[in-house]
Structures are given as structure tokens and as C-alpha cells.
């Protein structure tokens, strides 16, 4: 079996010291362009790799970045994922994920447990934000999904207050008087969208009926479909927290005999990728999750690099409302400060 090339090889190649050869490769040093390009073309000819293992222990640093999602089969934060690793690849990191199935109580042990393999990492969690400090007590650089009102960590984020509003304008300005949003409760970002629809809807006259869903997938929208298609206040409208229970309500509402949207009108958030391939077409808010992942993964290696001071904060995308077949026009507008909240009694 041929032996690999070694560091030594690599420098008596390119005629330089061993010391060299570990700060080009490590990218502690730079060099002039002439001892760059010696150093380049020898290990091109050597085939030289560098044992990561060992540059770590020599720098301290892994050249890896902890990516910590909450539910690997939800598209969101599948997106994030390509673009927190599209940004990664581009700086020479290698991204490492955990996915913590949407549970608290894994959650704190596998980000402690993930905290001791990466330089920084990106998380993405369901605590709540009196609980964050522990993640400061890591240790290390971290960007949150979400913004932390009590604690000095860079986040990035998406405004779900505007994005309740267009939703729920949206449907207002399509004549939909009896709206019900079928939410997720233990999710960190459910108020604000509630907060954006309620605003919206209080503009109008107009009521909103609230119920929550067990978790934010496809077959707890299932679960949910009847309580509020047969129950005593049927909507004409409901927004779902996020796409898959919206996905889920539909088919099951389908199933129940209602005809969609003609019966009642069914919007989502996230925007995921088949919710355009879903019969009737999902109306959704895109929060650009790409996007997100990028933003954060580029916050996160300014603050590696150093420039904590023009990365922290809290970075904000702004949501867009993609609108597609599964919202319907019903009935005549409803203007802003009307009478719609007593007519909606009288028709009860």
C-alpha cells in the first residue's frame, strides 16, 4: 500500500519549513503570492490532506458549525439547512446537524452534547426566552432562530406580526368574515402571528376564533380538521401556524365532504416547497427560509472572525404572501371600521 504524503514531503517540496506548511493549511499565516503558489502546486502533486483531527488539537478550531433544527421532515427547516450549508461550504466549514424532533426535553442535552464538537453553532429551538441564558453558558458563539428579548444573542428571524397581518388581510379583502386560526402553542413565534392577525382583524370589526393544534404537522391539522368544520362556529377561513397543518387540514376536511375552497379558504405560513403542489394550491406567507439559513450561517461567521460588534442583534427578512387556489373570493369585501362584528352575531 503507497504511504500518503506528509507535512514534511509538503515542505521539502516547496522548500520551506514545516511551521509554513501548518499555518498555510490551518490559514493562521498568509505568504507572499510566490510562496503561496510553491505551497499550492506541492500539495496539489503530493496529494496532501491534512488530518483535521490534528489541526484541531494544534488550533483549537474544528472548521465545524452546529446546525440544531426541530424537525428535519418539516421543508422550513429543510431550506434553512441549504442555505446555512451553501454559506458554509463557501468559507471551507463543515456543517453538523441535529435534529431534535420538536421534543424540549431532548433538546438541552443534544445542543450541550453539540456545543463541544463546533467552533459556533445556529439553533433553532421551542424554549422559552427566560430559558436561553444556558445557551450563553456554552460558550460558545451562537445565533438564534428567533429574536431573544432578554439576552445579548445574534438572531434571525422573519416579522410574524406582518406576516398575520397580509395573511389576514388577505382574506378580509376577499369578503371572509368568520376567520379561525388553528395555531401551535408551545411555538416561540405563535403570539406574534396571533398579535398580526388580531390587529388586522380588529380593524375590520371582526372576530377571531383561536385553537391550537398538538404539534405543527401534517396529521395534528388532520386531528384538528373536525373539531372546527363540525363544531357550532364553522369558519369560512382558517389560517394555520405553518404549512404542514394546513396540508393536513385540507385533506381531511376533503374527507369530511367539504369542497375546498369553495366551503372554507385555507392559508398556511413557511411556504414549503409541495404546498404549490397541493390540491387546491396552498396560499402561504414565505418567510424566505434559504435565506434565513444563509443570514444566519454568515452572522455567525462574522462573529468567528471577530466582528461580533457588526453582527449582533436581531436581523429581520421580510415575509411575502404568495397567494395560490386555496383562497377564494366569498362575498362582498368588508370595509375597515365597519359593522362586520355585529353582523357576524346576527348571522350566528
Not at 442535552?109 to 459556533?120: C, F, P, Y
Not at 426566552?129 to 450563553?136: A, F, I, K, R
Not at 436581531?314 to 370595509?335: C, F, N, Q
Amino acid at each position: 500500500m503507497k504511504k500518503g504524503a506528509t507535512i514534511r514531503d509538503v515542505a521539502a517540496a516547496a522548500g520551506v519549513s514545516v511551521a509554513t506548511v501548518s499555518k498555510y493549511m490551518n490559514g493562521t499565516q498568509r505568504f507572499t503570492p510566490v510562496v503561496e503558489a510553491r505551497l499550492k502546486e506541492a500539495i496539489e502533486q503530493l496529494g496532501y490532506r491534512s488530518n483535521p483531527l490534528a489541526r484541531s488539537m494544534i488550533t483549537g478550531k474544528t472548521r465545524t458549525i452546529g446546525l440544531a433544527i426541530l424537525d428535519i421532515r418539516n421543508p422550513h427547516f429543510t431550506n434553512i439547512v441549504k442555505g446555512a450549508n451553501r454559506v458554509a461550504l463557501q468559507h471551507d466549514y463543515t456543517l453538523l446537524l441535529v435534529d431534535t424532533e420538536e421534543s424540549q426535553e431532548r433538546e438541552k442535552t443534544l445542543i450541550e452534547s453539540l456545543a463541544q464538537r463546533v467552533d459556533g453553532m445556529i439553533v433553532s429551538s421551542r424554549m422559552p426566552d427566560d430559558s436561553v441564558q444556558w445557551l450563553l453558558d456554552l460558550g460558545k458563539p451562537v445565533v438564534l432562530f428567533g429574536r431573544s428579548l432578554r439576552f445579548p444573542i445574534s438572531s434571525v428571524g422573519t416579522d410574524g406580526n406582518l406576516a398575520g397581518y397580509i395573511l389576514a388581510n388577505h382574506l378580509v379583502k376577499l369578503g371572509h368574515r368568520h376567520i379561525a386560526y388553528l395555531g401551535f402553542g408551545r411555538s416561540r413565534w405563535n403570539d406574534e402571528r396571533i398579535r398580526g392577525i388580531r390587529t388586522c382583524l380588529d380593524e375590520y370589526g371582526l372576530p377571531l376564533d383561536i385553537h391550537d393544534a398538538q404539534s405543527p404537522s401534517a396529521p395534528a391539522g388532520e386531528r384538528a380538521c373536525s373539531g372546527l368544520m363540525l363544531g357550532p362556529k364553522r369558519p369560512d377561513a382558517v389560517i394555520c401556524y405553518n404549512d404542514l397543518i394546513a396540508l393536513g387540514f385540507i385533506k381531511e376536511a376533503r374527507e369530511l365532504g367539504f369542497q375546498l375552497p369553495q366551503d372554507v379558504s385555507v392559508a398556511g405560513f413557511d411556504n414549503v416547497p409541495y404546498g404549490e403542489y397541493a390540491s387546491p394550491a396552498l396560499t402561504s406567507v414565505d418567510f424566505q427560509s434559504e435565506k434565513m439559513g444563509e443570514l444566519a450561517m454568515t452572522k455567525l461567521l462574522g462573529e468567528l472572525r471577530g466582528e461580533a460588534d457588526e453582527n449582533t442583534g436581531y436581523a429581520m427578512l421580510d415575509p411575502h404572501l404568495v397567494v395560490r387556489e386555496s383562497t377564494i373570493k366569498r362575498g362582498a369585501p368588508v370595509a375597515a371600521g365597519s359593522t362586520a362584528a355585529k353582523d357576524v352575531r346576527q348571522e350566528s
